[in-house]
């Protein structure tokens, strides 16, 4: 099977950086992904990383490391439309199968 | 725009009736998915179709069933064999060039 592990819950002030993690137990996938979506909403797509490394787009950046079977999102000058669940993904090689963790809630405080 | 439509947002069922969930899109993709999301939980896979008049189960496909007539619409039924139907329930599509995938605004499905 696959599994993907996330923390369930990260508490973090306006204007920091943090950083969500994400552990798997898969193989064969094309690459990891990352999502947000807030209470009520669809979730809305962030990042991917087909190869090992960091990925920037804006104030969010992702990496992989396949050898580590690990990967985190990063969150830069954290704005309070920030608070959402975060949800890291992977899409494997049998029928481009998509299989998500049980999401992180970032709560932004002032 | 292009995008996935969803209908109806709210849906009410009585036990026993069997529903159907719309899903349709405009993005000439020719994946598409249904996700069942319970509170406080992830997406879990209930069938995804490749392309048109081809379905595969997911996870968790018992008590569902799905069409793929055209490939602009995935209809997803909660027959009343599912036991515990109550969730929110996503339909997505996905590019064969992207790995992206792009979500509909989702169905709250409440069974009273």
């Known amino acids: 099977g696959q599994s993907l592990e996330q923390p369930s819950e990260v508490t973090a002030v306006e204007g920091a950086i943090v950083q969500i993690n994400c552990t798997y137990q898969?193989?064969?996938?094309?690459?990891l992904s990352w999502y947000q979506q807030h209470d009520g909403g669809a979730p809305t797509f962030l990042s991917y990383?087909?190869?090992?490394g960091l990925e920037e787009t804006g104030r969010f950046s992702s990496f992989l490391s396949r050898s580590d079977s690990y990967g985190y999102l990063l969150l830069q000058e954290l704005q309070m439309k920030d608070s959402a669940s975060y949800f890291c993904?992977?899409?494997?090689?049998?029928?481009?199968?998509?299989?998500f963790g049980s999401g992180t809630k970032l709560n932004v405080k002032p | 725009d292009g995008g996935i439509t969803q209908s109806p947002k709210y849906l009410f069922r009585k036990e026993g009736q069997n529903v159907t969930l719309s899903c349709e899109q405009n993005l000439n993709h020719d994946a598409m998915y249904w996700y069942r999301q319970d509170p406080g939980q992830g997406l879990r896979l209930i069938y995804y179709s490749q392309i048109v008049n081809d379905f595969q189960k997911g996870d968790i496909a018992e008590g569902y069933s799905v069409s793929r007539e055209k490939k602009e619409s995935f209809p997803l039924t909660v027959t009343s064999a599912q036991k515990n139907p109550t969730a929110f329930y996503l339909c997505a599509s996905t590019s064969e060039r992207d790995n992206e995938q792009f979500f509909g605004p989702g169905t709250r499905l409440t069974v009273l």
């Open positions: 990383n087909a190869l090992d």
């Open positions: 993904a992977v899409n494997r090689y049998n029928f481009n199968k998509f299989y």
């Open positions: 898969t193989s064969g996938f094309y690459g």
